[in-house]
């Protein structure tokens, strides 16, 4: 044998040949991405303002603070129902009328209410508004998570519907500024929410119809955001059902156990010995940083796994994952500073599976239906999730019942969510539906 012989190289590697998933994502996919995850940013913004600023608002308005438990509750629940009536007209709208329009009447109903919510002085002005914020709120997500999914090539779409869902931490991180800002003076927390309005003109002037939507409409204009022809589907029918009891499980949990990581912090801090007040901006800090740095990780994380395990793969890791966490959250840290250790995991499981619908809901519906199930699933879940509140709200009041394990009862709905799966389709490396 030639000893000057040369070894053959090594056949290249078809992962390390193949492009990164940006790679095809043009200028004006990354402008919708950056317009459609601002409208979420000030979404989430408009929905953790009053989980921040719960206490002190219910102070100031519930005459008997016995009831103000079942209040905070309540008001969460009427969040829900507006979310889902908003999602499902708008995400209609958005179908029959183009998704620009309707990101712009979407955008302006959350950011407007929500400023009024600074002159509310009844119990029923805060019902009534935190109920047509949600509308705009729920509405927004409909239409934004489809026209990032239409957008976006296919390679690049699990990535970008994770991107566009994870950025609403930041909202979550502006609420918790701005209760830290204001204090006890809670109504100027919600003037804030007025800002938004001004990424109307954003919209109006960068924003254009995906070509997908347009050739809908100029094919089947009376078939657009049909109810009809989405149950009348048995396809359409039966995604739309099981992905809207999976949202169901989502958003309850959510307002029942997510957004307690204040409460679980407050209660620990009281426990031990601080002062109400003291524990009260403690438990801002914790939930809307610590714990939100964790969910926000968990958004961005979504989509990587989403590739990697496939949908129904990813989902089923969270699921359990989040069932184990929450009663791990609550029995095993004895002081404060290791309750703030395991918030960001808890945080991490069961808030960042939100980002999952963002991806998986568009993938599941044509395009003349696309944010009609889209918002009907992650927005309708939120009917069946509103009565939960109530039930969490009425175990939170109950005298002498431990707060920890009432949050532990309610992660258990993690495991219907993981069976729910059974029931949906996996969409991992499929063309979106025509």
Request: proline residues 6%; positive net charge; charged residues 15%.
């Amino acid at each position: 044998m030639d000893p000057t012989a040369t070894t053959p190289p090594a056949a290249a590697d078809p992962a390390a040949a193949e492009p990164k998933w940006y790679a095809e994502v043009t200028r004006y996919q990354w402008l919708v991405l950056v317009i459609a995850s601002a409208g979420w940013v000030f979404d989430a913004f408009e929905g953790q303002v009053y989980a921040i600023t719960q206490q002190d608002l219910l102070r100031d308005l519930v005459r008997d603070p016995a009831h103000a438990p079942w209040w905070g509750e309540f008001f969460k629940a009427m969040f829900l129902f507006g979310s889902a009536f908003g999602g499902i007209l708008f995400g209609t709208w958005a179908d029959r009328f183009g998704r620009k329009p309707a990101m712009v009447v979407t955008i302006l109903f959350y950011s407007l209410f929500s400023g009024l919510t600074f002159f509310a002085t009844q119990l029923w002005h805060v019902a009534a508004l935190r109920f047509l914020v949600a509308m705009g709120v729920g509405g927004e997500w409909a239409v934004a998570a489809s026209l990032v999914a239409e957008v976006f090539p296919s390679r690049a779409r699990a990535r970008a519907g994770g991107i566009f869902h994870g950025t609403s931490v930041a909202g979550t991180w502006l609420a918790a500024a701005a209760g830290l800002l204001v204090g006890t003076h809670w109504r100027y927390a919600y003037v804030l929410g007025v800002v938004p309005a001004l990424l109307v003109l954003w919209v109006r002037s960068s924003v254009r119809e995906p070509e997908r939507w347009t050739k809908a409409a100029g094919t089947e204009p009376r078939r657009l955001g049909s109810f009809k022809e989405l149950f009348g589907d048995r396809v359409w029918g039966r995604r739309a059902v099981f992905g809207l009891l999976l949202a169901a499980v989502g958003l309850g949990t959510f307002w029942c156990v997510v957004v307690a990581g204040q409460d679980l912090a407050r209660d620990m801090l009281l426990r031990t010995g601080s002062a109400p007040a003291d524990a009260q901006r403690q438990s801002k800090i914790a939930y809307g940083f610590v714990q939100a740095v964790g969910m926000g990780v968990g958004f961005l994380c979504v989509g990587p796994l989403a590739e990697r395990l496939g949908r129904r793969g990813m989902f089923l890791l969270m699921h359990l994952a989040a069932a184990a966490i929450v009663p791990v959250t609550c029995y095993v840290p004895q002081s404060y500073g290791q309750l703030l250790l395991l918030l960001p995991f808890y945080g991490f499981f069961t808030g960042g599976i939100h980002a999952g619908y963002a991806i998986y809901f568009p993938e599941l519906f044509p395009n003349h239906l696309r944010a009609t199930g889209a918002g009907l699933c992650f927005n309708g879940g939120r009917v069946i999730a509103g009565p939960l509140l109530w039930l969490s709200g009425y175990l939170k009041s109950l005298p002498g019942f431990d707060l920890r394990l009432s949050l532990t009862l309610l992660g258990g709905l993690f495991l219907v969510g993981a069976f729910l799966l059974m029931f949906l389709p996996e969409t991992k490396g499929k063309p979106l539906p025509e």
